[in-house]
C-alpha cells in the first residue's frame, strides 16, 4: 500500500505544481494590468488551495503509514542524526504545511482586501510563497535517484 500511495502522493505533485504556478503567475499578470478580479479568479484561488489541501492530506496518509516515519518515532534521537531520515520526517512535511498556511492566508487576504488590486497582489504575493516553499520541500533527489 506505501508504494502506491507514494506513487499517488508523487505524481499528484506535477498537477499540484502546475496549477500553482499557473495561477500564481495569472495573479501577477492580472495584478500588473490592473484587471478587475471576477468570479473565476476567486475559483482559481479556491482550485490552488484545494489541490495543495488534497496533496498535504495524501502526504499525511503517507506520513502515516511509511516505515521511515514508524522507525524514527521508536528513537527521535538517532533519527534527527540522520539527514535523509529527519528530512522525511520533520524538515518536508513541515514545509509543506508552511505552504499550505500561506496559501490558505493568501486567499484570506485576498478576499479581504478592498480593492481588486490589492486582490490580486496579496494572491501573488502569498501564492509566490507558497509556491516556492513547496519548491523548495519537494524531495528532488528522489526524483534524480530514479533515473
Do not use: N
Not at 494572491?123 to 535517484?145: K, V, Y
Amino acid at each position: 500500500m506505501t508504494p502506491t500511495l507514494i506513487l499517488i502522493h508523487s505524481l499528484l505533485r506535477w498537477a499540484v505544481l502546475i496549477v500553482m504556478v499557473s495561477v500564481t503567475a495569472t495573479m501577477a499578470f492580472r495584478y500588473a494590468k490592473a484587471a478587475v478580479w471576477t468570479a473565476s479568479d476567486r475559483r482559481s484561488a479556491l482550485l490552488f488551495t484545494i489541490l495543495l489541501d488534497t496533496q498535504f492530506l495524501v502526504g499525511l496518509v503517507v506520513y502515516g503509514v511509511s516505515p521511515i516515519t514508524r522507525g524514527a518515532m521508536k528513537d527521535m534521537a538517532t533519527a534527527m542524526r540522520e539527514p535523509s531520515v529527519r528530512y522525511f520526517v520533520v524538515e518536508h512535511p513541515t514545509m509543506m504545511l508552511l505552504s499550505v498556511l500561506l496559501a490558505h492566508a493568501g486567499s484570506v487576504f485576498a478576499k479581504k482586501a478592498l480593492t481588486d488590486r490589492a486582490k490580486f497582489g496579496r494572491a501573488t504575493a502569498f501564492f509566490a510563497a507558497s509556491t516556492a516553499l513547496m519548491l523548495w520541500g519537494i524531495p528532488w533527489f528522489r526524483l534524480m535517484a530514479a533515473h
